[in-house]
Structure formats: C-alpha cells, structure tokens
C-alpha cells in the first residue's frame, strides 16, 4: 500500500516536472558551470537540456585544482555548479561546504597511451604492465610521455598518486611516511620521462594530435582512457597510429567526474534547475549517450561502449582502483611535486617594457611578477619554484635590455625581481628579438636535456618582425621547445598565436587578470 | 432552475453554519487538528523517510509537522552550537548518543529506539565470490551471507593481497572503506564493531591502549573517508567493484535504493557486477532513538512507533523496527536480507567511544 503511494507521489511530481519543463514555460535560469575540459565532449549534452528548458548555460573550463582553489572559504564562487574531474579537489579546499548534491556522473580510469608500435616493441601488448616496467623504460630511454601538472590539473595528479602509489607494496593506500623514502623516489624517477606538461588534459590530448599532424610522434600520454578513445577515434579517422591503453597493475586512479550544487542564494528555481539537470545526466538516456563517449557508468544505467581490442580498450574490463589518499596528504604529495620531484623547468619570461606598456600595464606586469617570485605566494595556489629550476628574465622594447638569470632558490628569486623592479616602459616592441635570444641562453646552458623548457613572451602590441620569419629561422632543436604567449591590452594573437601553434605552446588571455594567466602558463612548464 | 436570492442567502448561511459546526465537531480530530510544529535535529539517512509524503501525511494525522535540520549524530548531541538552537528534539543514529547526550547535561526527557538498521559491509559478487572461496564470506541457509570480519580486519592489517584472499580479479593489497567516524554516525559505529571484533568481546576502557595502534591503522589505511553515509552509497554505486571492493555502510541503504526503482534494481541483478551485503557476525546495530527535550515532543515517540509509521519506515525505507525485525516479508524486487540477526554486540560505552573518536581525529 505505502509502495502504491509512493508510486502516486512520483507519477504527481513527474506530472509536475513534465509542466514546468514544458514548451510556453517561463525561459529557464542563467546558469554556470565550472568544469574540467576533459567533460568538453559532454558539453553538447548539456546545452541540449538547456535549450529544451529555455535557460542560458555556461561552461567556463578550469584545471581541477583551479576549481578546488575557487571553492575555498572567502572565495567569491561565480559558478551554480562545478565538475571536476575528481570529488577528492572538493573535500580538500571546500571547507565551508558550499558544494552540495554532488554525484558521479561518470568514472575514467587515468591510464598511460602509448603509441601502438612503441608498446608492441615494448612487449606491452601481450602482458599485464606494472609501473616498475614502465620505469624500466624510462631509465633505459625507450619511452617519455605527456603528462599534465599534478599541481593545476587532475589527470596528472592521479598519474602522480598512481606513481607513488606504485612502491607502496602491502599498503593500500599512501600515508605522509610515504612522502620520503621508496616512494617518493619511484615517482621522481618515473617523472623524468615527462617530455611536455600542461594544465589541462583536453590540451595535451590536442597537443598529441596536432603534433602527429606534424609528423612530431610522441612516445605516450598519461590521460583519461575516455580521452584516448577520443584521441584514438581521430587518429583513426587520419589514418594513423593509435595509442595501446596501458592499465599499470599496481592500480590506476578512477576519475569519478562529480556534479555539484553550488549555493550562492539564488532561489530554489536555480536549484531546482540543477536538480533536473543532474538527474537528467544521470537518466538512462543520459547515461547512454555519456556512455557511448567511452566514459564508465554503472551498467545499470546504460551500455558501456563497444570494446575495441586493436587498442586494449574494454570499459566493462575491471580495473583496480589505488585508494586516494587523505586530503591532507595529498596537499603534501602536492607541494613534494613541485618543489622537489617534477622535472625542473627551464623558463624564459620575455616582458614587454615598451611604451604602450605605460601606466595599468607596466603596474599590472609588476604585480604579476611580484606574485610569481615571492616563494609563499606562489606556493599559495602551487605554482612556486623548486631550487632545480632556471629562470631566465628578459624585459623587452624594440630590444632585448636587461636580462637576469638564476634558479629556483629564493635568493635567487629576490634577486630577479629586485631587477623587475627598476624597469620602466618606454620604446618599440619586438618580441621576436626577444625570443630569439631567450633560444640561445637556452642553447647556452648545459645540461638542458634534464630540463622542462619554455618561453613565456607577455606582450601588450603589434610586434615588429615577423612571425613567419623567425620560425623559418628556428633550428630543429630550438623548435622543440613551446613558446606561450600572454596577452595584454590589445595585443595582437594573431602574431603570437602564429609562433605558439608552430612550436607546440598557446597563448593566455592576460587582460582581465594577467597574474592569473602567468599562474595558468606555469602548469605547461 | 434559477436559483433566488433568498434561497441562495440561505444557502450560504446553511453552508457556514455547517463549516462552522463541522469544525468545531472535528477541530479535536486527527482530521483538522493544527499540527503542532516541533523542530529537531536528524542524521541524514532518514531524510527520505522524513521527505516521504506518506510520512509527513502520517505524521500530520498525529498532530506533527516537522522541521527537521539534518546534522551528524555525533555533533548534535556535543555541539553546543547545534544545542543552543533549542530544539524540541533530536534523533541521532545510534543509542550511544544517549550517553553521550547525558554526559553533556542535555536535559533529556524521554529516549526511545524508534528504527534500526545494521551496520553491513558493502561488496559486489565478483569480490564476494572469491571470498567465499576462500572461506571468509559464508552462504547461509536463507541466501544471505556473513563475513569472518575479525579475520577480514586481520588480513587488511597484515597487508595480505586480493589474490590471497581468492579474489583474481582486483590487485593489490585487500581494503576496506567507511565514513569518518569523526563525522558520520555509520562509520562511528564501525569503529565501536572494529574495536570490540580485535578486543574479541565488548571494548573496555583498559583494553583501548593496547588495540590502539591496530584501530588507527585500519582507519589511517582507508585513505580518503566520505563525511556522508550518503555519500559514500552513491560512490559505491557509481564505482563498483573497481573503486569500492567493499564499503561499511547501513543495511537499509541498498533496500531503500532498490524500492526507489524497482526496474533498475533489476537492471542492476541482471548485471555481472551485483551489490552484496555481507552481514558481519557479529555485527552493531545502528538505532535510532528519538530523544525527546521539550513536552511537546513526548508524543511524538509513540507516533512514530505506530504501525502505520513503522509500516512506511520498513516497506519503502528498508529501516527494521525497535526490536530489529523487518516488515512484511522482504518481495522478490529486493535485496536479500536475514529476517533475524542473531549475532549483535553491543557499542562499547559512551567514554570508550570518544576515547576511539579523539584517537581516529
């Protein structure tokens, strides 16, 4: 009997749903989601649903820990709903427990994607691979990979944790003991295989391809195995080599992509809009449609995707998940990565000191590079320096006229900055000048093979010179290395985007928050 | 037929006077009465049963209208932030919170178990059947089945491996996952279960010391602990045997779930991947007392102890009454489930409790 009135009440609010969702309703809210870019093949999804209820939806594309840092107590949140890639960001920085109704939309396993002929050499195709074999292949130089930071996006936290997860032996899961010692030293040493970084894995993924296009090869990424399938799903289109999922047997970190509620006092029409959202998400027609996308969702709910055994992919195949560890902890792995056991970098910061850079410009550009060398404050959000890396500043006009070098160090640092300091705006522009001579103090330093290069070119104009030109001049060995733009004021893309796309970087829009975009450019180097 | 003026007057009149009479004839009745708004706080695994329609009808019947603030068992009765906010009562998820309540000078008025609902490891049938295998899990005669979780505690703590333990399908060393007993009231009791299984008898205060170690490694061990039995439900469904090879989690959980959509329930059994509860023996019983601070809410224990309440708690909440058994027969559309616990220990006292809280904080 209860069960039959149970039954009425659902079969009245569904009636009621059905009403308020209908055609000639009242338009539906203006709504906003922050999201990891892994979740842009859902995005369509999304809008669908937003359409069929009248209401503008917006999704804005962060890094996990971005979306974590934004939800942290004092934080002006500016989004209804965030989807992270993973729910430990919102238990680590969410403390005043803003976020609520969060649930999995779908699961991902990280899983390394190496390039078919390279894992058949390997012999990865034919056995179960552990992190120890993928270590052996690092060592002896057989094998580097893509990997995004562990400090700005998901994907390269979860390989990280997998990393340090790996020596752990009959523990499950890692403590902070763990953070010295065997564990610590195995993730450092798999870390060296990084050869390009980013801060987001949908860009990496991109990276992949369009340097295949190029007829640049990588040897692997570190990505969700529904970002493989993405990436392989075009280089099958294009005819080319696919990339082997590899399921380290040690255990993979699972993704559990969760939406939640952000309260922010907008009435219950915005939370009932969520409500409807999510519960359409996670619908069989939903759930089949996230499905086919080669996204995890319980079999309850859709079909998984087919199998494609040309390149181990099965995700009805049960993989073993490593346990995350305590939010405490993995603040700690985190700060352990980047000051002591990523590859170091090796950075060139060009600044635009010319002229047009006068007044909110040059103030701006100093504010940003207090920020990214005062140790504590760039520790804040995680993108301080480790006392391995280089730094190179080089403040520009119509030429190259100051140039400060050092490391990582504090001192260093200070030193730098103190330099920073006395610039003042004045002259031309020529940014090529400028990155010419951050290639050869590059080219200059020894070692640089152990490093993580990239320049940084921050520009506010029109350069002289020509973009055309200066990548024709590039030597091979100088074209291996990115070139990111940021941009200020009415800077000209077209002329950085230009450099950016030929040597595999991007280009960051600094005009409303140019602290921010050099914080963002971090996590590609 | 046209209806006159007068007639129509007079109807009026007729109508009121009916109203009126028929208000005062039942204005004392369950069919009129204001009901009294009494407010409270509540552990979150009965806001289903208390957002029910059925329930709140039921209750309205009786003269209640509830507001009911959700907070975690442990904090309200502790809290003098939740305490100072007088409620009329609170209804924490365990009958340690009694005690807990009595040594913080909550003016307790009455205090009654109301629902039960056991304390089950939560896993899946490729896990469980290795585990069977291998001796630890048990098929007992009406298809439920227990679980040796001394000895399953023994092997985490030991650090043995899923394919020691018969399970070929996960790697690594064996787990076992609940919420932060200093947070959520299902993992509270499963620290009060995992002391008294390793004290092998109901943990005393002069045995803490010297199980110490092993209870903060097990809990250390889980790695990242939900704050919500909720929470930790809807991850374990979402991440299968994979992510969750085994959860401690409220029996009635996976019932409630599986009367909420029938037609997925059956999705689900049809699958490879099949929840399984395994009732360890012995296990605790999760109670829910209703401790009642003002008059007002005196009556609203034996409310909910009513047939027709205890009806909807069990048949479209998975929830046991007072003395543990289950309603009517469990339908075929159900998780299995023992008609009777036998084996069920009692939480270690209320100071040994915070003793284990203080350590696992």
């Known amino acids: ?525 | 037929m046209t209806m006159t003026r007068r007639a129509f007057g007079i109807g009026l009149i007729a109508a009121s006077a009916l109203a009126t009479g028929g208000y005062f004839y039942l204005k004392d009745t369950k069919y009129l009465r204001q009901p009294k708004p009494l407010t409270g706080f509540v552990g979150g695994e009965k806001r289903g049963f208390l957002a029910n329609p059925a329930t709140i009808a039921a209750l309205r019947g009786d003269g209640f209208e509830l507001n009911a603030r959700q907070a975690g068992s442990v904090e309200m009765v502790r809290e003098a932030q939740i305490l100072r906010q007088d409620p009329d009562f609170l209804w924490p998820s365990s009958s340690v919170m009694v005690e807990i309540a009595k040594e913080n000078s909550v003016p307790i008025r009455r205090a009654e178990v109301i629902l039960n609902s056991p304390i089950v490891v939560y896993s899946w049938e490729p896990v469980v059947a290795g585990l069977e295998a291998a001796g630890l899990v048990r098929r007992q005669a009406d298809g439920t089945r227990t679980i040796d979780l001394a000895l399953y505690l023994k092997a985490v703590l030991a650090g043995r491996s899923w394919s020691e333990l018969g399970v070929g399908d996960l790697s690594g060393p064996v787990r076992i996952v609940s919420t932060d007993p200093n947070l959520s009231n299902s993992g509270f009791m499963f620290a009060g279960l995992v002391a008294n299984l390793l004290a092998g008898e109901v943990t005393q205060q002069s045995q803490l010391r010297a199980l110490s170690g092993d209870i903060g490694a097990l809990f250390h061990h889980m790695g990242f602990k939900s704050n919500s039995s909720g929470s930790l439900f809807e991850d374990y469904i979402a991440g299968g045997p994979g992510v969750y090879p085994m959860a401690v989690l409220y029996e009635n959980q996976l019932i409630e779930w599986a009367l909420e959509d029938g037609a997925r329930w059956q999705r689900v059994m049809a699958g490879s991947a099949k929840p399984v509860l395994l009732y360890p023996a012995p296990t605790v019983y999760s109670a829910h007392p209703l401790i009642s601070l003002k008059p007002a809410a005196d009556a609203l224990i034996g409310t909910l102890l009513s047939p027709a309440l205890q009806e909807i708690a069990w048949s479209s909440h998975g929830f046991r009454g007072p003395l543990g058994s289950p309603g009517a027969a469990a339908g075929a559309g159900q998780p299995t489930i023992p008609e009777k616990l036998t084996a069920i220990v009692p939480m270690p006292e209320a100071k040994v409790m915070l003793d284990i809280l203080q350590l696992l904080s």
């Open chain 1, 1 to 525: 009997m209860a069960r039959v009135r149970h039954a009425a009440a659902l079969a009245v609010l569904f009636g009621l749903l059905v009403a308020l969702s209908g055609c000639g309703s009242q338009p539906g809210p203006s709504f906003d989601i922050v999201s990891g870019s892994e979740n842009q093949p859902l995005e369509a999804l999304v809008q669908e649903f937003c359409k069929e209820r009248r209401a503008t939806c917006k999704m804005t594309y962060q890094g996990s820990l971005d979306i974590g840092l934004g939800l942290r107590p004092g934080q002006d949140v500016k989004y209804d709903a965030v989807w992270p890639a993973s729910g430990i960001w919102i238990a680590m920085f969410d403390s005043g427990r803003r976020v609520s109704a969060l649930k999995s939309i779908s699961q991902s396993p990280v899983v390394l994607g190496v390039r078919s002929s390279k894992a058949e050499a390997l012999g990865w195709t034919k056995a179960p691979v552990a992190m120890a074999d993928i270590l052996a292949a690092v060592e002896s130089g057989k094998l580097r990979f893509l990997m995004t930071s562990a400090t700005q996006s998901n994907s390269g936290a979860s390989a990280y944790i997998a990393m340090l997860s790996a020596a752990l032996g009959s523990k499950a899961v890692i403590t902070e003991s763990n953070l010295s010692g065997a564990s610590a030293d195995l993730a450092a040493r798999l870390l060296r295989g990084v050869e390009r970084s980013s801060g987001s894995s949908g860009w990496l993924a991109d990276l992949y391809l369009s340097s295949a296009e190029k007829g640049v090869v990588y040897d692997a990424m570190w990505n969700y195995e529904a970002v493989i399938k993405e990436a392989n799903d075009k280089l099958r289109g294009a005819g080319r080599e696919l990339l082997w999922a590899v399921y380290p047997s040690d255990g993979v970190s699972m993704a559990d992509s969760p939406l939640g509620f952000v309260e922010r006092g907008r009435g219950p029409e915005v939370k009932q809009f969520f409500d409807d959202l999510q519960a359409w998400l996670l619908s069989s027609a939903g759930q089949a449609r996230i499905a086919a996308t080669g996204r995890r969702v319980p079999a309850d709910r859709a079909a998984p995707a087919k199998p494609e055994p040309d390149w181990n992919f099965d995700p009805q195949r049960l993989v073993t998940a490593v346990p995350m560890p305590e939010p405490e902890v993995i603040r700690k792995a985190l700060v352990l990565y980047q000051e002591a056991l990523r590859r170091p970098s090796l950075s060139v910061l060009c600044l635009d000191f010319s002229g047009s850079m006068k007044g909110d410009g040059e103030s701006a550009l100093q504010r940003a590079m207090e920020f990214l060398l005062t140790p504590e404050r760039a520790a804040e959000v995680l993108v301080q320096w480790s006392p391995r890396d280089r730094i190179i500043v080089l403040p520009f006009n119509g030429q190259v006229i100051n140039a400060w070098e050092g490391t990582g160090q504090p001192a260093d640092q200070m030193k730098i900055l103190e330099g920073v300091r006395t610039m003042h705006a004045d002259g031309g522009t020529d940014m090529y000048a400028c990155a010419t001579e951050g290639l050869r103090r590059m080219q200059a330093l020894a070692g640089m093979q152990d490093y993580l290069p990239a320049i940084f070119v921050l520009t506010d104009g029109r350069s002289d010179g020509d973009p055309e030109a200066f990548v024709n001049g590039m030597s091979a060995g100088e074209r291996a290395v990115p070139i990111f733009g940021i941009t200020f004021g009415d800077a000209d893309r077209g002329q950085l985007d230009a450099i950016a796309k030929a040597s595999g970087g991007r280009v960051f829009d600094g005009t409303k928050d140019l602290t921010g975009a050099f914080r963002s450019a971090r996590g590609y180097n």
